[in-house]
């Protein structure tokens, strides 16, 4: 399976700053998907990184607040932007190769806001 | 989109013992994936059973899926402290090609 790594692992950032959170992938993968795990709950699907194009959001998360880019079929990034409490969280690439397949997730970087 | 269920929501075993997690969905699927994951760490995944199967073994792991319930099961046999953690499911659904919904997740804890 794909090794995915995810970078920050861990950061704490200022209210109104920004952070953004790298996905590398050792091979080319059809589909990345970015997550938001909130304290204690589960996770939620935040948008789907389209390679060359914009993001597919779901329903409740805007591109201006989570800019997503994805330049090729290896990396992406998410950008969580003006932060503020309610955004500390856990945040997860994931990515998946094909119909059917295995979906494998980054270690994750949990963010929190002062 | 919605999320799963999953019941119980914590399980408290002694090692040695099985544990059953539940969950159950509402959308028709073409997977379920069953992970753990470990103190709020990545998730690592466990077994994936397509929507034309319905048991799947995995060492001391069988996921078991019944789509006219809209459920799955995930059975660890022996348990061991090792094992105490968090359990997800999570499905895709339709033509959502990869968007997985995930369950509310049942937290473990094995006690030695």
């Known amino acids: 399976s794909a090794v995915i790594s995810q970078k920050p692992s861990r950061d704490i950032c200022q209210r109104g700053t920004s952070l953004t959170i790298q996905c590398q992938v050792d091979?080319?993968?059809?589909?990345m998907f970015w997550y938001r795990q909130q304290p204690g709950q589960s996770l939620t699907l935040i948008a789907t990184?389209?390679?060359?194009?914009?993001?597919?959001?779901e329903s409740g998360f805007v591109i201006d607040k989570f800019p997503i880019s994805r330049p090729n079929l290896t990396f992406s990034t998410l950008t969580v932007s003006n932060l503020s409490p309610e955004d500390s969280s856990i945040y997860l690439c994931s990515v998946v190769e094909g119909i059917n397949q295995p979906q494998h997730f980054g270690d994750g970087t949990r963010l929190s806001i002062l | 989109s919605q999320q799963g269920e999953e019941d119980p929501q914590a399980l408290s075993i002694q090692e040695g013992e099985n544990a059953t997690m539940n969950c159950s969905y509402k959308?028709?699927?073409?997977?379920l994936q069953w992970y753990r994951q470990n103190s709020g760490r990545g998730l690592v995944h466990l077994i994936l059973i397509r929507s034309n199967e319905r048991e799947k073994h995995s060492g001391r792991l069988r996921v078991t899926l019944d789509t006219s319930k809209k459920s799955s099961s995930l059975l660890i046999t022996a348990s061991r402290a090792a094992d105490t953690a968090s359990y997800f499911c999570?499905?895709?659904?339709?033509?959502?090609?990869?968007?997985?919904?995930f369950g509310q997740g049942t937290i473990l804890t094995v006690h030695p």
């Open positions: 959308t028709s699927i073409n997977n």
């Open positions: 999570a499905y895709a659904g339709g033509t959502s090609y990869g968007k997985l919904t």
């Open positions: 091979s080319q993968v059809t589909m």
């Open positions: 990184a389209n390679q060359g194009s914009e993001a597919t959001y």
